[in-house]
């Protein structure tokens, strides 16, 4: 009787030791990551895509970043303004001062541009949001923009293309050159002429971003973001660090 007690015995501290080694529980206390032992959130971490041990998670090779919310003003041809929006684009020389826009070769704007070799950047207001979104969303190819909006088309006289009269702020560009890339062709255009409403100038004459109500796009959650809050004074949050 007492050999089978043993026996039992025997078999129940064995199944326990090894119930305690496979919970993983032997590596410690792991309040901070929710309770979780380390080796399973690694394991789990890699299930998405990320290599042990590093804290950021990969989210492969996409254009996510938050991009600016600019219209494209353009003639086609026949002389008729056409608008598209764009956020493939950015400032990219400062003497000359350039920008550079992306389009694809489907858009209507892309060959307008090259038949015009000029076209305007409008900037709008959060107000006027609903416009961008719509700019971006049908061609001109199959309808006039301007009609179905209202708004109006003004002919620049420096450069071969309509801004956007309601817009607070334009730039009208010169096309200076064109990049293949890939799936989009870039514009460099060199600045001419910014056209600004007064209201969103400071006293000093600069832009006064509280009053633009600029916005951006963030691709991939296809919404558009408010800025403007001032942050801080670049020179000196650099002191800050150079000081310490
Ligand atoms: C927020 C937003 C950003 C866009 N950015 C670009 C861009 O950078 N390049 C591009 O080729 N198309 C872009 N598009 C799509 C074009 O605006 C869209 O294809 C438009 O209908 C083209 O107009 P068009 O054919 O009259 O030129 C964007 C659309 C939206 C809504």
């Not at 792991?30 to 990969?58: F, R």
Request: proline residues 5%; hydrophobic residues 40%.
């Amino acid at each position: 009787m007492k050999k089978f007690m043993y026996i039992g015995l025997f078999f129940l501290i064995s199944s326990l030791v090894l119930a305690f080694f496979k919970s993983d529980a032997w590596i410690g206390q792991n309040d901070d990551i929710g309770q979780q032992p380390v080796s399973s959130l690694i394991l789990e971490n890699n299930k998405e895509g990320q290599t042990a041990g590093q804290t950021k998670k990969s989210l492969g090779a996409r254009p996510i970043l938050p991009s600016p919310v600019w219209v494209i003003g353009s003639y086609d041809k026949n002389g008729r303004s056409n608008a598209m929006t764009s956020a493939w684009a950015g400032i990219c020389s400062s003497r000359p001062p350039c920008v550079a826009i992306s389009l694809r070769k489907e858009t209507y704007t892309y060959g307008n541009i090259l038949e015009k070799k000029a076209f305007t950047i409008n900037i709008p207001s959060e107000s006027q949001a609903a416009y961008a979104a719509y700019f971006g969303s049908v061609s001109g190819r199959d309808l006039n923009k301007f009609e179905v909006t209202g708004l109006t088309p003004v002919k620049s006289e420096i450069v071969d293309a309509p801004y956007i009269k309601e817009f607070p702020l334009i730039l009208e560009c010169k096309l200076k050159q064109t990049l293949e890339i890939g799936s989009h062709t870039m514009f460099i255009g060199e600045i001419m002429d910014i056209k600004v409403d007064e209201s969103i100038l400071t006293e000093d004459g600069g832009l006064d971003l509280e009053k633009l109500k600029g916005f951006f796009f963030l691709p991939g959650r296809g919404k558009f973001y408010r800025y403007g809050e001032l942050l801080g004074d670049v020179a000196a949050l650099a002191r800050k660090i150079k000081e310490k």
